[in-house]
């Protein structure tokens, strides 16, 4: 028999009986609907992450002081007064591997307009901190150099301060006290939102280091150093460059403890990625269990199909079909369902993840490999599930299945 022929027969049995073939294929759709769904909405969280964590710096690396030990105690992360200016400036010369530097003043602080006011974070930074951040200005301009130099009190408010303080105005040339101390703003930024750790990364106020270390701190202490590496290949090339220089400015001998600690964005995208992506595969494994479900229901329906058509493969085998035409035959029959309930199950996946993402305002990325591979699984479900009714009927002897009432 040809091959038309086969798929023209095995369609015409399916159609005979409609919702036994529906009922089998049930098993299949809502297998692969879990599967893909599931697997689009992890694909998107673990996509959502990176960006998350893209906003906050571009190959940002993070250098904080270690903390003190006393007594037996340890302190804090950063109450080790260990990082200096010095070190910025050493950090800067490695133009190979690093491509901004900005030390990081960080006061908390409560900040004065008028009759308003408002506690938040005051970051004394340098003129590379809007390209390490990716922050963008909405108005006005950034400080310069020069305003470093100057000790400048010139300050650029995050989307939130300005909400607080001045409520639907552009504050831009007016005065904000911090710590009783006026300072002209001279631009906002544009809002980013929260980060990844759900910290408001519009909550803040940003003036020069030089004016945060000498005019509102103690003139020494830097509570972070952020550093851009050239490119995300060269970060973990950065980081050894940017820890080998704070030893040797720090007089650390070898086997000594750093007196700094750095983390960096790869390691907050590898950690929430293996998060996401474990809790992505179990799901998976247990929609997979309804695929294996589906598989014996249309073996199990197959079998009672074979014991239905006994007598028809009979009839057949005895005008010339060979055991080999029965037994494709039945195989096609149930690729056929395992397909049906594959492609009604990836439709179905499809409108669940993205009903789930809109709902939830949740990312959705699905993978044409993904849909290739569900499609792949529910023919092989079908082959291997169908392969025993198959050989079962292809064996039956012609006289006998006549006989079969």
């Given at each position: 028999?040809?091959?038309?022929?086969?798929?023209?027969?095995?369609?015409?049995?399916?159609?005979?009986?409609?919702?036994?073939?529906?009922?089998?294929?049930?098993?299949?759709?809502?297998?692969?609907?879990?599967?893909?769904?599931?697997?689009?909405?992890?694909?998107?969280?673990?996509?959502?992450?990176?960006?998350?964590?893209?906003?906050?710096?571009?190959?940002?690396?993070?250098?904080?002081?270690?903390?003190?030990?006393?007594?037996?105690?340890?302190?804090?992360?950063?109450s080790l007064a260990t990082l200096t200016m010095d070190d910025v400036e050493s950090l800067r010369e490695q133009t190979d591997l690093i491509r901004y530097v900005s030390p990081d003043v960080r006061?908390?602080?409560?900040?004065?307009?008028?009759?308003?006011?408002?506690?938040?974070?005051?970051?004394?930074?340098?003129?590379?901190?809007?390209?390490?951040?990716?922050?963008?200005?909405?108005?006005?301009?950034?400080?310069?150099?020069?305003?470093?130099?100057?000790?400048?009190?010139?300050?650029?408010?995050?989307?939130?301060?300005?909400?607080?303080?001045?409520?639907?105005?552009?504050?831009?040339?007016?005065?904000?006290?911090?710590?009783?101390?006026?300072?002209?703003?001279?631009?906002?930024?544009?809002?980013?939102?929260?980060?990844?750790?759900?910290?408001?990364?519009?909550?803040?106020?940003?003036?020069?280091?030089?004016?945060?270390?000498?005019?509102?701190?103690?003139?020494?202490?830097?509570?972070?150093?952020?550093?851009?590496?050239?490119?995300?290949?060269?970060?973990?090339?950065?980081?050894?460059?940017?820890?080998?220089?704070?030893?040797?400015?720090?007089?650390?001998?070898?086997?000594?403890?750093?007196?700094?600690?750095?983390?960096?964005?790869?390691?907050?995208?590898?950690?929430?990625?293996?998060?996401?992506?474990?809790?992505?595969?179990?799901?998976?494994?247990?929609?997979?269990?309804?695929?294996?479900?589906?598989?014996?229901?249309?073996?199990?329906?197959?079998?009672?199909?074979?014991?239905?058509?006994?007598?028809?493969?009979?009839?057949?085998?005895?005008?010339?079909?060979?055991?080999?035409?029965?037994?494709?035959?039945?195989?096609?029959?149930?690729?056929?369902?395992?397909?049906?309930?594959?492609?009604?199950?990836?439709?179905?996946?499809?409108?669940?993840?993205?009903?789930?993402?809109?709902?939830?305002?949740?990312?959705?990325?699905?993978?044409?490999?993904?849909?290739?591979?569900?499609?792949?699984?529910?023919?092989?479900?079908?082959?291997?599930?169908?392969?025993?009714?198959?050989?079962?009927?292809?064996?039956?002897?012609?006289?006998?299945?006549?006989?079969?009432?």
């Amino acid at each position: 028999m040809k091959w038309r022929k086969l798929v023209k027969v095995a369609f015409q049995s399916i159609l005979k009986n409609r919702m036994r073939s529906l009922l089998t294929t049930l098993g299949m759709i809502i297998g692969v609907a879990s599967v893909i769904s599931l697997l689009a909405l992890g694909k998107g969280s673990q996509e959502d992450i990176k960006k998350q964590v893209a906003s906050l710096g571009t190959n940002m690396i993070i250098v904080h002081p270690s903390s003190t030990f006393s007594g037996g105690v340890r302190g804090g992360s950063g109450s080790l007064a260990t990082l200096t200016m010095d070190d910025v400036e050493s950090l800067r010369e490695q133009t190979d591997l690093i491509r901004y530097v900005s030390p990081d003043v960080r006061l908390s602080e409560q900040i004065i307009s008028g009759k308003n006011n408002w506690n938040t974070n005051v970051n004394g930074v340098s003129v590379d901190y809007l390209d390490i951040r990716n922050y963008v200005l909405s108005s006005g301009s950034f400080f310069t150099s020069r305003d470093i130099k100057a000790k400048s009190k010139v300050a650029v408010l995050g989307n939130t301060v300005v909400n607080e303080l001045f409520p639907g105005q552009d504050p831009v040339g007016t005065r904000i006290r911090i710590r009783n101390v006026p300072f002209t703003v001279i631009g906002t930024l544009e809002s980013k939102g929260q980060s990844s750790m759900g910290m408001d990364q519009d909550d803040i106020v940003l003036i020069p280091d030089a004016t945060a270390l000498y005019r509102l701190s103690d003139g020494k202490t830097i509570r972070a150093v952020v550093v851009s590496a050239v490119s995300e290949e060269k970060m973990t090339e950065a980081q050894d460059r940017v820890t080998e220089i704070l030893r040797r400015n720090h007089k650390l001998k070898e086997g000594e403890e750093d007196d700094f600690h750095i983390s960096n964005q790869t390691e907050i995208i590898s950690m929430a990625g293996k998060v996401t992506g474990t809790l992505t595969a179990l799901l998976s494994a247990i929609a997979g269990v309804s695929l294996l479900v589906g598989g014996i229901g249309i073996m199990n329906i197959m079998l009672v199909s074979v014991t239905e058509r006994t007598r028809e493969i009979g009839i057949r085998m005895a005008i010339g079909a060979r055991g080999t035409d029965i037994l494709v035959q039945f195989l096609i029959e149930a690729v056929i369902l395992s397909l049906i309930g594959g492609v009604i199950g990836i439709l179905a996946g499809l409108g669940i993840a993205y009903g789930i993402g809109a709902a939830m305002g949740a990312t959705v990325l699905v993978s044409p490999a993904i849909v290739f591979l569900a499609v792949a699984f529910t023919a092989g479900v079908g082959v291997f599930f169908g392969f025993y009714p198959a050989r079962k009927a292809a064996n039956l002897n012609p006289i006998e299945a006549l006989r079969y009432e």
